[in-house]
C-alpha cells in the first residue's frame, strides 16, 4: 500500500506538470482574430456627377476623397494597387494511420504540403497522439498483457496492479512522445516529423527510413544531426527513474530503455515509409 501511494502520488505530479506544458501550447495555437481599423469617415466618396468611386481610387490609399478637379483640368489616372501575395497556408496535421489504425500525425507524404510546425502545433503533436482512442487502448492493451505475464511482481496482481502497469505504460510513451516530438524540437527549433522519400529502390528507402532517425531537418529545413530523437529519448529514459520500481533505477536499464525506444522509433520509420505503397494497393 505504501508503494502503491507514492506512485499515485508521482502519477498526479507528472499529470499536473504534463498538463501544464501542454494546455498554454494548446492555446497559442488558436488563431487570433483579425481587428480591422474604423475609419473615422463612413460617407461613401462620390463623384461631381454624384457615381460613387471605387474602394481602389481612393486618394493614396486613405480612405479620403480625392479633391474635385478644377473645371476643364484633366483627371490623373488612378495610382495601379499592387497586389498583395496570399498568406502561406498554415501546416494543418494529418493523421496518416499506421496500418490504417494507429495514430500517426508525424508523417509527411509525397503528396503533403510540407509547410513549418509553430511551436504550437508540434505540443499538439503530443496532444493529439496521446488522446488518440486507438492509443490508448493499444497501450491499455500492453498493459493487460503484462498483467497475465506478470512482469515486474512488485507490481502485483488485481485492478491495483494493472492501474500501476497501465499508467507505467502510459507514462513511458506519453513522456517519449513529449520529449521527442515537441519539447526538444521546439528548444532546438527542428522539424519532428519524418518525410516519406517515395520514389527510389527498396535499399534507397531502406537507408532512408532507418537513417532519419539520425538525420532531421531543421524548421527552416536544412539537414541536421537529429538530437532531438536522440536526447529526447535519453531524457525519456532518465525520467523514467522517477516512477519505475526501484530494481529497474540502474544505469544499465536506463540505457536498455534509451536503445528500445530508439530501435522502436527507427522501425515506426520504416512503416511510415513504406505503409503508404501497401495501402495504395490495398484501395485498387
Given at each position: 500500500?505504501?508503494?502503491?501511494?507514492?506512485?499515485?502520488?508521482?502519477a498526479q505530479r507528472f499529470s499536473a506538470r504534463a498538463f501544464l506544458?501542454?494546455?498554454?501550447?494548446?492555446?497559442?495555437?488558436?488563431?487570433?482574430?483579425?481587428?480591422?481599423?474604423?475609419?473615422?469617415?463612413?460617407?461613401?466618396?462620390?463623384?461631381?456627377?454624384?457615381?460613387?468611386?471605387?474602394?481602389?481610387?481612393?486618394?493614396?490609399?486613405?480612405?479620403?476623397?480625392?479633391?474635385?478637379?478644377?473645371?476643364?483640368?484633366?483627371?490623373?489616372?488612378?495610382?495601379?494597387?499592387?497586389?498583395?501575395?496570399?498568406?502561406q497556408p498554415q501546416t494543418t496535421l494529418i493523421n496518416h494511420r499506421?496500418?490504417?489504425?494507429?495514430?500517426?500525425?508525424?508523417?509527411?507524404?509525397?503528396?503533403?504540403?510540407?509547410?513549418?510546425?509553430?511551436?504550437?502545433?508540434?505540443?499538439?503533436?503530443?496532444?493529439?497522439?496521446?488522446?488518440?482512442?486507438?492509443?490508448?487502448?493499444?497501450?491499455?492493451?500492453?498493459?493487460?498483457?503484462?498483467?497475465?505475464?506478470?512482469?515486474?511482481?512488485?507490481?502485483?496482481?488485481?485492478?491495483?496492479?494493472?492501474?500501476?502497469?497501465?499508467?507505467?505504460?502510459?507514462?513511458?510513451?506519453?513522456?517519449?512522445?513529449?520529449?521527442?516530438?515537441?519539447?526538444?524540437?521546439?528548444?532546438?527549433?527542428?522539424?519532428?516529423?519524418?518525410?516519406?522519400?517515395?520514389?527510389?529502390?527498396?535499399?534507397?528507402?531502406?537507408?532512408?527510413?532507418?537513417?532519419?532517425?539520425?538525420?532531421?531537418?531543421?524548421?527552416?529545413?536544412?539537414?541536421?544531426?537529429?538530437?532531438?530523437?536522440?536526447?529526447?529519448?535519453?531524457?525519456?529514459?532518465?525520467?523514467?527513474?522517477?516512477?519505475?520500481?526501484?530494481?529497474?533505477?540502474t544505469l544499465g536499464n536506463t540505457a536498455t530503455v534509451w536503445g528500445?525506444?530508439?530501435?522502436?522509433?527507427?522501425?515506426?520509420?520504416?512503416?511510415?515509409?513504406?505503409?503508404?505503397?501497401?495501402?495504395?494497393?490495398?484501395?485498387?
Amino acid at each position: 500500500m505504501k508503494h502503491a501511494n507514492g506512485f499515485f502520488r508521482l502519477a498526479q505530479r507528472f499529470s499536473a506538470r504534463a498538463f501544464l506544458l501542454i494546455f498554454p501550447a494548446l492555446l497559442t495555437s488558436v488563431p487570433s482574430l483579425a481587428q480591422s481599423e474604423n475609419n473615422s469617415d463612413t460617407t461613401p466618396c462620390t463623384r461631381s456627377d454624384n457615381s460613387k468611386i471605387s474602394d481602389a481610387a481612393l486618394a493614396g490609399g486613405t480612405g479620403r476623397c480625392p479633391l474635385a478637379p478644377a473645371e476643364g483640368a484633366t483627371t490623373p489616372a488612378a495610382p495601379a494597387v499592387t497586389a498583395t501575395a496570399p498568406a502561406q497556408p498554415q501546416t494543418t496535421l494529418i493523421n496518416h494511420r499506421l496500418l490504417g489504425v494507429v495514430a500517426n500525425y508525424t508523417t509527411v507524404e509525397t503528396q503533403d504540403h510540407i509547410g513549418r510546425l509553430s511551436a504550437a502545433t508540434k505540443f499538439k503533436l503530443t496532444a493529439k497522439t496521446m488522446t488518440d482512442p486507438i492509443t490508448v487502448s493499444f497501450l491499455a492493451g500492453i498493459a493487460l498483457l503484462g498483467q497475465a505475464r506478470n512482469t515486474d511482481p512488485t507490481y502485483g496482481q488485481g485492478f491495483s496492479g494493472y492501474d500501476k502497469r497501465f499508467a507505467t505504460v502510459y507514462a513511458d510513451t506519453g513522456i517519449g512522445t513529449l520529449m521527442t516530438s515537441s519539447v526538444f524540437p521546439t528548444i532546438l527549433h527542428q522539424d519532428p516529423r519524418y518525410f516519406q522519400l517515395g520514389t527510389g529502390g527498396f535499399r534507397r528507402r531502406m537507408r532512408h527510413a532507418v537513417g532519419s532517425i539520425f538525420l532531421a531537418r531543421s524548421d527552416a529545413g536544412a539537414p541536421q544531426f537529429n538530437y532531438s530523437q536522440l536526447l529526447g529519448n535519453a531524457a525519456a529514459a532518465g525520467i523514467s527513474n522517477a516512477y519505475h520500481p526501484e530494481s529497474q533505477r540502474t544505469l544499465g536499464n536506463t540505457a536498455t530503455v534509451w536503445g528500445t525506444q530508439t530501435l522502436l522509433n527507427m522501425l515506426c520509420n520504416v512503416a511510415k515509409e513504406f505503409w503508404p505503397d501497401v495501402r495504395g494497393k490495398l484501395h485498387r
